[in-house]
């Protein structure tokens, strides 16, 4: 049903399908009107030029999927997933390592919900549009994608608040209200602009600059 409906837009298909007979159907149906690549989206090789995602995702396993795509050049992503992951992958509070993560690139948001009856077979809980888009100004640079990435993971990961885990207790006392967050905050008491802020003062005392905050 996407795949027909992103032709009759007028869009260049490439459907990822891992299923063998699934693939084949795809290509008697539509012809050379689209390109079927027989993978698992997991190993599949991310186009350099940009690109969108449309998607109805497996419910199990959309996290680790939509990691593999945002990792490209995603202009924008519009995905199926299970209400429950949208809404806490797009939420401000409470945090989500990924959720801070992919805002960091993206803006996110539930552009639709989806009754479980929409589905056949249903689905026993109810479904959502969660929307992607690029930001123009990431609030982390992209060439520090990775580096952000383990600075986020190490902070959500130890289990502790945040002045104990990535910040000294001066550094939570300079940055909590130049960022607006009380400094005995947990990772999931802060969103993506107020992350960013904390990597990019740690990178700057890292590499001996002055501390300054812009709001």
């Known amino acids: 049903m996407l795949t027909r409906a992103l032709l009759d837009a007028g869009a260049c298909v490439i459907a990822l399908e891992r299923d063998a007979s ?3 159907g795809l290509r008697a149906r539509f012809g050379r009107r689209i390109s079927v ?3 698992d989206v997991l190993h599949w090789r991310v186009p350099s030029d940009p690109f969108a995602v ?7 396993g959309s996290g680790a999927i939509l990691s593999r795509l945002l990792s490209g050049p995603v202009t924008r992503a519009d995905v199926i997933v299970q209400w ?3 809404s806490k992958h797009a939420a401000t509070w409470p945090a989500t390592l990924k959720g801070a993560y992919w805002q960091a690139f993206y803006t996110a948001e539930i552009a639709r919900r989806l009754d479980r009856s929409a589905f056949a077979p249903p689905p026993s809980v109810d479904g959502a549009v969660l929307r992607f888009t690029r930001r123009t ?3 982390v640079r992209e060439a520090e ?5 383990r600075f986020l993971s190490a902070a959500f990961h130890a289990g502790t608040e945040v002045r104990r885990s ?3 207790s001066l550094q939570a006392k300079r940055l909590a209200p130049a960022l607006g967050f009380r400094s005995s905050a ?9 992350w960013a802020g904390i990597y990019a003062a740690s990178r700057r005392e890292a590499s001996g600059v002055r501390w300054r905050i812009d709001r």
């Open 22 to 24: 699934l693939a084949d």
């Open 37 to 39: 690549v027989e993978v």
């Open 54 to 60: 449309v998607a109805n995702l497996p419910f199990a």
């Open 84 to 86: 429950g992951f949208a």
């Open 137 to 139: 100004r990431p609030l």
């Open 145 to 149: 994608s990775e580096r952000y990435w």
């Open 166 to 168: 990535v910040l000294t």
């Open 186 to 194: 947990r990772p999931r008491d802060l969103d993506a602009y107020q």
